[in-house]
């Protein structure tokens, strides 16, 4: 199992939405990198992230390499995954059995547009058990990206992308319903995704051993510790 340390800043220093790293408080973040491909013979695109943290937001910021760039969906909630897109799955109070928690997912295109869940393990098979973000909390995260939208066709110049998003704590509290803190010491379990792309390109932070890509897959995720 990977760990990976989420870095503390300041709540007085401002956390820019920028594909910009050197001279910028993104200096200071561990850099986590998607490089197990699963269901491929070689390597896929390389996709990094970043993740920064204070007491009322979580921030990610990917880089991306990518010869084909695309978007359709516009709608919040709708299937980003379809799209070239990146993915994070957390369970922000893993049971102390180590048995899979309840996960929120935040899967944003290249375009900014997103989807935030809050779901059971088994809530695909009993077709229950999952919440979707609402238009008032979604309002309040924020989400820059490198490529101008709101939807992408394919170009042959097309090489690369970055995202950057701030989660509020008050979003995801309401979103889970959990008191939640974000605070030193506290630690997630957690995936980090790079989706719309052939299967055997698909590349995860932590390795998911199973036959073809199933990202939901709480079992199968690392440890995220907050600084």
């Not at 594909?19 to 561990?30: I, L």
């Amino acid at each position: 199992m990977r760990t990976y340390e989420v870095s503390r800043i300041d709540a007085d220093r401002a956390v820019p939405l920028t594909g910009a790293v050197d001279g910028t408080v993104w200096e200071r973040a561990n850099v986590a990198r998607l490089d197990e491909y699963a269901w491929g013979d070689e390597p896929g695109p390389e996709t990094t992230v970043r993740a920064l943290f204070d007491a009322e937001a979580l921030y990610l910021q990917f880089h991306v390499e990518d010869d084909e760039i695309t978007a359709d969906v516009t709608e919040l909630n709708g299937p980003t995954f379809e799209d070239s897109s990146v993915e994070l799955f957390a369970t922000p109070a893993p049971p102390e059995d180590g048995s899979p928690g309840r996960y929120f997912n935040f899967e944003a295109n290249c375009c900014g547009t997103f989807k935030l869940a809050w779901q059971e393990p088994n809530w695909r098979e009993r077709d229950v058990g999952r919440d979707l973000v609402s238009p008032t909390d979604a309002a309040a995260v924020e989400v820059e990206t490198s490529v101008p939208g709101p939807t992408k066709t394919a170009s042959p110049d097309d090489d690369s992308w970055w995202l950057a998003a701030r989660l509020p704590r008050s979003t995801l509290r309401s979103l889970t319903d959990l008191p939640l803190e974000l605070d030193s010491g506290t630690v997630w379990r957690g995936n980090f995704y790079r989706s719309g792309l052939p299967d055997a390109q698909k590349g995860t932070w932590n390795r998911i051993e199973l036959p073809e890509p199933t990202y939901h897959s709480p079992a199968y995720f690392g440890r995220i510790e907050f600084e």
